[in-house]
């Protein structure tokens, strides 16, 4: 089946420590992008990727850094520079990128909880 | 900027239905989108209006009014299994098409 898949789905962190979220997913979507999701607020766009090798940052993009070496693959890295980085994250993708009709396909997910 | 509002909570009954309301506000309006997220797990797609009017999609229906900002989220003969989270999103092209997304209307269904 296709689809996207995120891992840890659960990941404890301490401080200081960068961590590192995968993103794989076998739906040929070209666009690929990072959702945060708070409590109480909409989930807020981190990075988005249009193509390989080229990506972009969204809102709150300070703290965090990404790579697309590969269509199927969008790592997310929480670096210790992200001062409240326990959340759920949510990777997503699309056909082609924001254009059009298109449709997020989400993951699953990955908590992070820093300790 | 975008402003997107929408209740953070209803309560409805198995069998009955229930209308979620979503407002926004956004100079480059290219979309509404609704998704459904359980606790814990991935938002899933449900509708996308880019029209004035109604798109009915089984027990699902959404509703756009563009000169009000203004979309709903019909369901119909309720069921437990949709006791959920609700997720508004706008989609605007003054951003690069970015889709910006409310917080949410958690929905209980009860017997």
């Known amino acids: 089946d296709g689809g996207i898949t995120q891992s840890p789905k659960y990941l404890f962190r301490k401080e200081g420590q960068n961590v590192t979220l995968s993103c794989e997913q076998n739906l040929n979507h070209d666009a690929m992008y990072w959702y945060r999701q708070d409590p109480g607020q909409g989930l807020r766009l981190i990075y988005y990727s249009q193509i390989v090798n080229d990506f972009q940052k969204g809102d709150i993009a300070e703290g965090y850094s990404v790579s697309r070496e590969k269509k199927e693959s969008f790592p997310l890295t929480v670096t210790s520079a992200q001062k409240n980085p326990t959340a759920f994250y949510l990777c997503?993708?699309?056909?082609?990128?924001?254009?059009?009709?298109?449709?997020?396909?989400f993951g699953a997910g990955s908590r992070l909880t820093v300790l | 900027g975008q402003n997107i509002d929408q209740p953070t909570e209803m309560t409805a009954t198995e069998g009955a239905i229930v209308q979620i309301n979503c407002t926004y506000q956004t100079s480059g309006f290219n979309g509404l989108f609704w998704y459904q997220q359980h606790a814990g797990e991935a938002p899933t797609f449900l509708s996308y209006n880019v029209l004035d009017g109604l798109e009915e999609k089984g027990r699902f229906s959404s509703f756009l009014s563009r000169s009000k900002g203004y979309s709903y989220l019909l369901l119909k003969e309720l069921q437990m299994k949709d006791s959920a989270s609700y997720l508004c999103?706008?989609?605007?092209?003054?951003?690069?098409?970015?889709?910006?997304f409310g917080t949410g209307t958690s929905l209980t269904v009860i017997p």
């Open positions: 999103a706008v989609r605007d092209l003054n951003t690069g098409n970015q889709f910006y």
């Open positions: 997503a993708s699309s056909i082609e990128g924001f254009s059009g009709a298109n449709v997020l396909t």
